[in-house]
């Protein structure tokens, strides 16, 4: 069974550390609120259960991201319209070949190079630019993107970061459910996109939430 408690075990450690602010019922870290299941992404910050790098998500102050999303614009229209059927697989594919170097040494390496080993702030769009990341970097970016997609109306359901951990370790994918209530993964690090209950049984991982059983 997979364990949930990644996010209330990072909440804990930065509130030991008093690194963890409360503002309007919401948490916060370094003036930025700390994305979790089911919040927002873009604008957030995403911090681990142990100390590494603190990724901010913001497409507003940053460039990457609004040009990650106009490629995935493009790879969704047909005959210049978008066409809602095709956005999820434009934003795997889009983000799969933004960051085809997909290796923990060579993350860490980048986070080093930018003193963001503990909790230091480091953008998404420096992941982006070295064309390097694992999952936490790939969940991010497809959430982030679906997400300027529903600001602009094209879809209406509801994208996010989940992660959890089991004997194997710990790992984050993006889950969509879309207006009529399916529910999709987006898990560029393991090449799945597809739904929820399509997911194949064998060498997959565990992406059902306890209120999915």
């Given at each position: ?15 030991g550390e ?113 064309r390097t ?81």
């Amino acid at each position: 069974m997979a364990n949930w408690d990644k996010t209330q075990a990072m909440k804990k450690r930065l509130q030991g550390e008093g690194k963890l602010d409360s503002i309007g019922g919401e948490d916060f870290y370094q003036g930025r609120p700390i994305i979790h299941r089911d919040s927002p992404v873009n604008g957030g910050v995403y911090l681990g259960a142990k100390q590494r790098e603190a990724i901010v998500v913001d497409s507003k102050k940053y460039s990457g991201l609004s040009a990650l999303y106009s490629i995935a614009k493009n790879k969704a229209s047909v005959d210049g319209n978008i066409r809602k059927d095709l956005v999820l697989e434009a934003v795997f594919q889009t983000v799969r070949e933004a960051m085809p170097t997909q290796n923990e040494e060579a993350v860490e390496k980048i986070v080093r190079e930018h003193g963001a080993e503990k909790d230091g702030k480091i953008a998404l769009d420096v992941f982006l630019e070295k064309r390097t990341g694992v999952c936490r970097q790939d969940a991010l970016a497809c959430a982030a993107l679906l997400e300027l997609f529903k600001e602009e109306v094209f879809i209406r359901g509801k994208p996010g970061v989940d992660r959890n951990s089991n004997e194997v370790g710990g790992h984050a994918w993006c889950r969509y459910t879309n207006s009529g209530g399916e529910v999709f993964i987006l898990d560029v690090a393991q090449n799945y996109l597809g739904k929820l209950e399509k997911a194949p049984d064998k060498k997959r991982w565990d992406y059902e939430r306890p209120e999915d059983f």
